[in-house]
């Protein structure tokens, strides 16, 4: 049997979520990155014996466009999967369902999901650190849950909240520019999912095409990208009531 992580995580967050999970379950692993827009996912295809473990983070409580495309195009042939959401300790919304739909339309079987929280990528001083050692112990008492179903043959499928239609998704967010400090050394534009910044020159951008997920903030070596300091500050006011308690994992098996 083979763990498949399947894993759309621009900033690190959720695949750190997800690595609870798929590290404790027995199986031999298998690491499929949805961020990498070069990978050929029509070739990657599980059996019935495989368990995937498809995590996402929640974009405005939406999947990433990009991840659901993606996942869609990967072949779950009646695979058992875990559904993992990391969400910035606001709230996930209708992120958990969307991404059911989608792993039943790649043809993968659900058993169990989880909600988690990771930092958040924009304004990183909500849910800093997270998932901290106390989401680990959680997240890794719910992956031996999920074994012992595994183990016993249960395919039951959780009961997982969320609306469908799905809440309507947001519209452009903040584009990530490079500053004074850029060196046009390209790592931004080769670690972007969706290749929206230009190869030949790292300072132009496709702001149609980016999906604001800050991954060229994350991966540059000289700090040199950035959003408005003038909308992220309206950003962190928007979001103080909202992030300030700290919210917990939830679980569903």
Sequence with gaps: MKIFEIVFSPTGGTEKVSGYIADALEGEPVAVDLTDCGLGFR??????????????????????????????MVRGNGARAVLVCAYGNRAYEDTLVELEDAAKGAGFRVIAAVSAIAEHSVVRQFAADRPDAQDAVQLAGFARKIQQKI???????????????????????MVPKATKECTDCGACATACPVGAIDKDDPRRVDKKACISCMRCVAVCPHAARAVNPIMLSAATKMLSKACVDRKECELFI
Excluded: Q
């Design 43 to 72: 070739t990657v295809a599980m059996t019935k014996e495989d368990v995937a473990v498809i995590a996402v983070p929640s974009y405005g409580g939406r999947v990433p466009a990009v991840a659901v495309e993606r996942l869609g």
């Design 151 to 173: 183990s016993e043959g249960d395919a039951s499928e959780p009961a997982i909240p969320g609306n469908r239609p799905y809440k309507k998704a947001g519209g452009t967010g």
